[in-house]
């Protein structure tokens, strides 16, 4: 069963409403990108989708078609706009607590711009 649980009082929520100032790179119907306070990489975009869902596993079940499709093509569009496409990036989405989810707002991370080496650190 999804996890449903929303805080308003996210970060991200805070952002949306436009109660915290972000740098917005790209926005649509469904979605806002702007840039990660803390970037990982020299390029680090997060993608959000504007309605209310805590996490990939939320979204994924409640989600309308429509804000799901508005939401990927979002995810590809700012990828090919910070020309990230033909290098190539990492997409990701920390879900929950062993994925290392922050912020309780579904979000991709965007990052490219240079080799990211492997995808998941070996277990210590
Ligand atoms: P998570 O660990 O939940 O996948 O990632 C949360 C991300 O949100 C982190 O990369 C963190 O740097 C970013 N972040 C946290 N607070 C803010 C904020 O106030 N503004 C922006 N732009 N990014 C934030």
Do not use: W
């Not at 996890?3 to 100032?21: M, Q």
């Not at 989600?63 to 990230?84: H, K, N």
């Not at 062993?98 to 990052?111: A, K, L, M, S, T």
């Amino acid at each position: 069963m999804a996890t449903t649980t929303y805080d308003s009082e996210n970060i991200f929520a805070k952002i949306l409403r436009g109660e915290i100032p972000c740098t917005r790179v790209y926005e649509n119907d469904h979605a806002l990108a702007f840039e990660d306070i803390n970037p990982q990489a020299p390029t680090h975009v997060l993608v959000i989708p504007k309605g209310a869902y805590v996490s990939n596993d939320d979204f994924t079940a409640r989600a309308s078609d429509a804000e799901i499709t508005g939401f990927f093509r979002a995810v590809g569009q700012v990828a090919r706009e910070l020309g990230l496409a033909k290098p190539g990036y990492r997409m990701l989405a920390n879900t929950g607590q062993d994925g290392g989810q922050e912020v309780p707002h579904f979000h991709v991370h965007i990052c490219g711009g240079r080799v990211l080496g492997r995808m998941v650190q070996p277990a210590a």
